[in-house]
């Protein structure tokens, strides 16, 4: 008899173990610039080579001394004292020099990172500016330290007339440079990935994470924004991540990044009517294997970026699972009933 038990006891906490899969390293690369630093310019070719290598890099560039700084890259450009333009790899060393941008992140893509960043939601109310950023961590190993979460919003070819925008090009006349010819300055330059706000300042907000956490826990934090009249939104992205906040250069790591590509203006939806039901959809982005929760029984149509439909159904109240065999890109869902229509970007990587 005691055989008996001794083996159902084996049996049953085997089958009931749990294993979480691991985390992906995703990369942030946060380039020192101005618009006085002649040879940011050749900075810009190795950092789109950097972008074209892996999709789980992103990128944001900090202006400094120029129209495009602002409170937090200054004070990001005060603590690092860097050199331009040299730029931070998640945050776990000195400035790299441009050379170095590469090989350094492609080897820090490598790592295992002991936990996931998720935009469950992005809601954005046109007529008000306001943003809505639902963001959320999972951790798949146990952590200890000062974590705090943080959003960029990133502001994409900005443009202006005068000093504040117009580039500074050592590499005008440098033979077979893509900038050669293209002035010094280069007049109306478009300034790509300008980092134009910090939503946690430059360090993140703290409190959020538990200085202690173990393997599959998640934090959540909504973070709200109103985009200035002077931001275009239709170029506004986010770069959500979490990160160390320690006393020295190496002590403020980022563990890991996610980015929402594109900010949508939904016309039937306030985001601050806390009637309407509420859909929650993630991980986001994901690989095609989603998780709904709905308030209410409603209707789900998807969408790519050419307005085909690609997913037709009906979600119940509570949890619905969506398995989608879908190309890697944009997609729009919609969820619509009787009574209310809301709108859900969606990214399959």
């Known amino acids: 008899m005691r055989k008996i038990v001794l083996l159902f006891l084996v049996l049953f906490s085997t089958s009931y173990s749990i294993v979480l899969a691991q985390s992906e390293q995703k990369v942030l690369i946060e380039v020192f610039t101005g618009s006085w630093s002649g040879y940011s310019p050749d900075g810009f070719v190795i950092l789109e080579n950097v972008l074209a290598s892996d999709t789980n890099i992103y990128a944001v560039n900090l202006h400094y001394g120029d129209a495009m700084e602002s409170s937090s890259t200054s004070q990001i450009e005060s603590f690092y004292s860097p050199a331009y333009p040299q730029a931070l790899i998640n945050r776990d060393s000195t400035p790299i020099s441009r050379g170095s941008w590469l090989v350094y992140a492609t080897n820090k893509l490598s790592e295992t990172p002991p936990l ?25 190993a146990s952590v200890t330290g000062d974590l705090r979460m943080n959003v960029i919003i990133v502001e994409d070819s ?31 330059m478009p300034h790509r990935y300008v980092a134009r706000d910090y939503l946690g300042d430059e360090w ?53 990044v996610i980015r929402w590509p ?67 890109g944009l997609y729009f869902a919609n969820f619509s009933n009787e009574n209310n229509n809301w709108i859900q970007k969606i990214v399959i990587e």
């Open 262 to 328: 594109e900010i949508i203006p939904s016309s039937t939806v306030s985001i601050a009517d806390n009637n309407l039901p509420q859909y929650t959809v993630y991980p986001n982005p994901s690989q095609g294997d989603l998780h709904i929760v709905a308030e209410e029984r409603t209707n789900i149509i998807i969408v790519n970026s050419l307005s085909q439909e690609v997913y037709i159904g009906t979600l119940n109240e509570g949890h619905n699972d969506l398995n989608l065999s879908l190309p890697q």
């Open 116 to 140: 996931d960043v998720y935009f469950d939601s992005v809601k954005f109310n046109l007529s008000t500016r306001e943003l809505e950023i639902h963001m959320r961590t999972r951790f798949t």
């Open 204 to 256: 993140g907000i703290s409190g959020i994470i538990p200085s202690s956490v173990s393997s599959g826990s998640e934090y959540t934090h909504v973070f709200n924004y109103t985009i200035p009249a002077s931001y275009d939104y239709e170029k506004i992205s986010l770069i959500g991540f979490v990160s160390y906040y320690g006393s020295g250069i190496t002590g403020r790591e980022i563990l890991n």
């Open 158 to 188: 900005v443009t202006g007339s005068g000093t504040g925008y117009d580039q500074v090009n050592y590499d005008n006349n440098t033979v077979g440079h893509p900038y050669q010819g293209a002035g010094n300055p280069i007049v109306g």
